[in-house]
């Protein structure tokens, strides 16, 4: 692939220089420490006009609406890594097409006893025990609201942001009834604000596991959203781990709701190394095989958002060609680095070019029959 200096350059220094020296660090030192610079550079216009020279790229064949929602290029960043909203001033400009925040929970929570983050480079995955950690959902949806008040002089966010919710992990909300509440307590507590709100099930790390991965608990939490939900689309994250009869009897449950769209996946279970569930590369045949499924069961009901193991143009060219119309990471820009963003969306013109296709939204699903 033909990238320019720039990215070449940079790319260069996050693999041979900057990645040895933060892979020696405590993982979630290191991840702390990103929040803060991202932070910092999203709030004066300089350093994102900086971040947006070295970083952007965008091309009129990468965009579309999905949802009723313009996306300039389908590459977002996944939810976990900018949990509590501190980076959506800084992620347009380093090149990503949307992003979702969170997951945010109905109450503060302070996650697991640490440490809960490792890195395993053989297996390009990264093991996760966070356990929900955030800053509540009340006290986001203020923060995400004076974001926008900060970006409003520059016509406010350029890109979606999604906000995924999920249940206070501790024991009050153990019991369904009780999680219910504390899904629909985030979900009110973010009206009018994001673009769309993801409702993520599937939390590997939480107290009493994953409880609406039933059948009968998900049909009764979604009737709760529907009864409160307003215009913005609604997905729903699964996780890599369900067998074909369970994800095939979630989406049915989905169908009979207002869900737009299902985000596969979230970390993986199935793995040897203690607690926490995988990400990366341990997780993208099980998220691949997920996606080809919905979208060969259920054609273009869903939108299929695909997440786990993307590391390259290549990886999301696949995933959207099995029925993906966006993609969400985390891994491949923690390995690779920041500039993978407009590596990946670079990539995808040349390899739509090369296939003689016009426009992304051509080759959605055309890999499967
Ligand atoms: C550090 C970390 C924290 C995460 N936290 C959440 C979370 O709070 N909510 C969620 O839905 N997914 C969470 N995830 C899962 C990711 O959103 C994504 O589904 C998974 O990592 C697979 O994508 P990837 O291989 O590109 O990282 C987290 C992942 C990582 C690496």
């Not at 995808?348 to 890999?367: A, Y």
Request: aromatic share 8%.
């Amino acid at each position: 692939m033909s990238l320019p200096f720039k990215i070449r350059v940079i790319s260069t220094l996050y693999r041979s220089i900057l990645k040895p020296i933060l892979f020696k660090r405590d993982p979630e030192n290191v991840h702390d420490t990103m929040m803060r610079i991202g932070s910092t550079l999203g709030h004066h216009r300089i350093t994102q006009f900086i971040t947006h020279t070295l970083f952007f790229f965008e091309h009129p064949v990468l965009e579309q609406t999905v949802a009723g929602i313009h996306f300039r290029n389908p590459i977002g960043l996944a939810a976990g890594f900018d949990k509590n909203a501190q980076l959506t001033n800084i992620l347009p400009d380093v090149g990503f097409g949307f992003e979702e925040i969170g997951s945010v929970t109905g109450e503060p929570c302070s996650g697991n006893a640490r440490p809960r983050l490792w890195r395993l480079p053989e297996e390009k995955s990264l093991r996760v025990y966070y356990g929900l950690k955030n800053d509540g959902a009340e006290n986001i949806a203020k923060r995400l609201r004076l974001s926008r008040l900060h970006e409003e002089g520059a016509g406010g966010w350029s890109v979606p942001i999604g906000i995924s919710i999920a249940k206070t992990n501790c024991a009050a909300t153990a019991e369904t009834p009780a999680a219910i509440v504390d899904y629909v307590k985030a979900y009110l507590a973010f009206e009018e604000i994001g673009d769309y709100v993801t409702i993520n099930i599937s939390c590997p790390n939480a107290f009493g596991g994953q409880p609406f991965t039933d059948a009968a608990r998900l049909d009764q939490l979604l009737s709760a959203i529907d009864a409160v939900r307003d215009v913005r689309p609604i997905f729903l994250k699964l996780s890599p781990d369900l067998s074909e009869t369970e994800l095939h009897a979630l989406a049915e449950v989905a169908l009979a709701h207002h869900v737009d769209g299902l985000i596969t996946s979230n970390l993986t279970k199935q793995h040897a190394h203690g607690d926490g569930g995988l990400s990366g590369k341990a997780v993208e045949a099980q998220s691949i095989a997920h996606l080809t499924y919905l979208r060969k069961t259920f054609g273009n009901k869903f939108i299929l958002i695909a997440c786990g193991g993307v590391f390259s143009a290549e990886d999301a060219y696949k995933r959207i060609r099995l029925g993906a119309s966006l993609i969400q990471l985390i891994t491949g820009m923690i390995f690779e680095g920041p500039q993978l963003i407009g590596e990946i969306n670079r990539g995808l013109v040349e390899l739509l070019k090369r296939d003689g296709f016009e426009f992304i939204t051509d080759i959605i699903g055309i890999d499967v029959k």
